[in-house]
């Protein structure tokens, strides 16, 4: 019996307009995410689904509800589908990081070990990832589900269902509200879809343009 997870990454926050990085922290959805997190509802119009899933962050519920067109939608929340705990490096820009910073940034993006300063490595995420993919999937076999979740939360699970190591995360776009399809049946995972976000076209999102 197979299950089939669709993960969707929040909709464009000001701090993504801006270049901060969010983590555990939030933000407000941008004008243009409002449009993309409506354009998203358009393409989910046509899907059925057993359950719908999301991080408890504010951007996440904010563009499930949109999406869901119900502000009082039936969502479970999970606070392991949370981005990446980012530490002291939350709210600040990726580039002073980059420039002040040098050697930390670079084992960011190539090492599944690194912490930033007081915050949690993409091998410590992906482990509380997988254990959520597990009990999602468990929870609804033979179904397909929903989680509205983050970027780097999604990243890890595809790593994570693939075995991948954690070298190359930072290889992988997810664009604001792109949806990632992961299939499981008896244990063995399958990517089907990554990071299609089509329902992008007519938003004003250059990144719809292919």
Not at 162 to 184: C, F, H, Q, Y
Request: charged share 25%; proline share 5%.
């Amino acid at each position: 019996m197979e299950t089939s997870l669709l993960l969707i990454r929040h909709a464009e926050t000001t701090w993504n307009r801006e270049g901060r990085m969010q983590g555990n922290q939030d933000s407000p959805l941008s004008e243009l995410g409002s449009k993309q997190a409506e354009a998203l509802g358009r393409r989910l119009r046509s899907l059925q689904f057993d359950a719908v899933y999301s991080s408890d962050a504010q951007r996440c519920v904010r563009t499930a509800r949109i999406a869901l067109d119900d502000p009082n939608a039936p969502l479970r929340l999970r606070p392991q589908l949370r981005e990446r705990h980012l530490g002291d490096w939350e709210g600040r820009l990726w580039r002073e990081i980059a420039a002040e910073s040098p050697d930390e940034a670079r084992r960011y993006k190539q090492s599944g070990e690194f912490r930033p300063p007081n915050g949690e490595s993409f091998l410590e995420l992906q482990e509380r990832v997988r254990a959520t993919l597990v009990e999602v999937s468990a929870a609804h076999p033979g179904g397909k589900v929903v989680l509205f979740s983050s970027g780097g939360t999604i990243r890890a699970a595809v790593f994570a269902a693939l075995n991948l190591p954690p070298v190359s995360w930072a290889a992988l776009a997810t664009w604001n509200t792109g949806i990632t399809r992961l299939d499981v049946r008896d244990r063995h995972w399958r990517l089907v879809r990554y990071n299609d976000a089509a329902h992008l076209t007519g938003t004003g999102d250059s990144r719809a343009m292919f």
